[in-house]
């Protein structure tokens, strides 16, 4: 029990200042529950808004993805250099240090492999689970146009609802299928169904003209994936333009891990991200830590 002697009155209300409640400072997530802006915050830096987002979860229709074959060997000395890791629980549960204090975002969608249809996925991981490995936020793949269309969107608004219930946000992952147009007419489309149906986030792909009217017409952050595997100065091109444009990060992956020097990469792209930084200075910095 406390001891009650020697306690000090209160005294100091600081009557003439007025209560500061900080503005939550990501777009869209003011009204978010407190469990859930304190989990963003372990993805979006409080700073400058924005996200580096290493993503390694491609084995879960890929397989033993190139880059990706030994994740202890090639990722895990990258995470010092990311905000957020992007993978499957397998690979957390397996492979990643639990001293990984930062966010973790966790694959929640899948099914098919690369031999079959990949728009036919289920949720495959349970918020409890999320909750029991401490992620910062839970990714659904959404197919807009796709086959399964319906029920890929089912399966985010059945996480939206679990994730609401624990104060765990919803990644919606739009994923393009070989027969859609990238266009930004199909990113605006898919990335406000996302947002309107409750995704705190949404990923989309960068698209070289409109990309700016995708980012104004979702109400919630977008980050870009990176795509297949582009030659370093166009990826730190592609990851400029698209925060120049509006997106508040990137969930990158084969662009970091298959570069020829993927420590270096990454902190090349960490510069473009947080600090606004020119492709082209970024372009040398990277060949500079690669010791090109
Ligand atoms: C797979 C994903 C990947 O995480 C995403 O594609 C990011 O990786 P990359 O930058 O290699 O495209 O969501 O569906």
Known sequence: MADKEGQLDTHDYHLHRAQVAEPFPLKGCQSLDW???????????????????LAVDHGYFMG??????????????LLPH???????????????????????VLRASGGPSILKELSDERIALDMEDALRLNAAAVAV?????????TQSVHNMTRLVDAGLRYGMPVLGVTAVGKQLTRDAKYMRL???ICAELGAAYVKTYYVSEGFETVTASCPVPIVIAGGKKLPELDALVMAYRAVQEGASGVDMGRNIFQSQA???MI???RHVVHE?????EAYELFRSLAGK
Request: proline share 8%; aromatic share 6%.
């Open 64 to 77: 033993p993805t190139s880059g990706l074959e030994r994740i202890d060997v090639t990722i895990n000395p």
């Open 35 to 53: 469990g859930m802006q304190n989990r963003l915050s372990r993805i979006f830096d409080p700073k400058s808004g924005k996200t580096v987002m």
């Open 141 to 149: 793949q959404v197919f807009i146009g796709g086959e399964f269309e």
């Open 276 to 280: 606004g930084m020119q492709p082209g």
């Open 190 to 192: 898919a990335t406000r």
């Open 267 to 269: 902190q090349a792209v």
């Open 262 to 264: 993927p420590a270096a």
């Open 82 to 104: 990311a905000d957020t890791l992007m993978c499957t629980r397998g690979i957390l549960r397996s492979l990643t240090p639990s001293t990984f204090t930062k966010g973790v």
